[in-house]
């Protein structure tokens, strides 16, 4: 079955202490992104990869990290979480390299509380 | 930036009514994307239209797209309780690879 999948689902945490969420999609996709989710804003980019090593910034980048060292996945990283990081996180992926220009495949979501 | 803003922020209607919400950008885009969003799961995309598109119609969905009122609309036609979810807009502006997302609306239809 196509899809993206996400790990954890769901996570409590405390400030500053590092952790990955991991995303991986078997579609063999070019374009994969992270998005985070808060009420009232709709979801917001946090960084973009078009292709194996490309990554760039989305909207919100700051205190997060993200590495594509293989095309099928593209972990988030939070090296020093804090509360504001608190959200509904969001990994995507689309076929080609300017994936914006198509749909886009959505994970189930990570809800991380960060203490 | 927020780029995409649906309107109402919120809808409820009767089971067989239409659902019609708005979403309006500020820069010229690419193509602008419709998604659905079911309490606590991912987004599912519904509909994409390319700016030098009108109108794209996928079984019970319409969309229209106005580029020089910056502007496009999600119709539900005959709705059901299995629409009841948020719907977002999100667009893709030109010579740019981010899709900007609006804050979404909520429809909840009523049996």
């Known amino acids: 079955e196509a899809q993206v999948t996400q790990n954890p689902r769901y996570l409590i945490t405390v400030t500053g202490k590092k952790l990955t969420v991991t995303c991986s999609q078997n579609?063999?996709?070019?374009?994969m992104s992270w998005y985070r989710q808060d009420p009232g804003l709709g979801l917001r980019q946090i960084y973009y990869?078009?292709?194996?090593?490309?990554?760039d910034k989305g909207d919100v980048p700051e205190g997060y990290k993200v590495s594509r060292k293989e095309k099928r996945n593209f972990p988030l990283i939070l090296e020093s979480p804090s509360p504001n990081q608190t959200s509904l996180y969001f990994c995507?992926?689309?076929?080609?390299?300017?994936?914006?220009?198509?749909?886009?495949?959505f994970g189930d979501g990570t809800r991380l509380s960060i203490l | 930036s927020q780029q995409g803003e649906e309107d109402p922020q919120a809808l409820s209607i009767q089971e067989g009514e239409n659902a019609t919400m708005n979403c309006s950008y500020k820069?010229?885009?690419?193509?602008l994307q419709w998604y659905r969003q079911n309490s606590g799961r991912g987004l599912v995309h519904l509909i994409l239209?390319?700016?030098?598109?009108r109108e794209k119609h996928s079984g019970r969905l319409r969309v229209t797209l106005d580029t020089s009122k910056k502007s496009s609309s999600l119709l539900i036609t005959a709705s059901r309780a299995a629409d009841t979810a948020s719907y977002f807009c999100?667009?893709?502006?030109?010579?740019?690879?981010?899709?900007?997302f609006g804050a979404g609306t909520t429809v909840t239809v009523r049996a």
């Open positions: 995507a992926s689309s076929p080609q390299p300017t994936g914006v220009n198509q749909p886009q495949h």
């Open positions: 579609m063999n996709h070019e374009y």
């Open positions: 990869s078009m292709n194996v090593e490309v990554t």
């Open positions: 820069t010229s885009i690419n193509n």
């Open positions: 239209i390319r700016s030098n598109e």
């Open positions: 999100a667009t893709a502006t030109i010579n740019d690879y981010k899709l900007s």
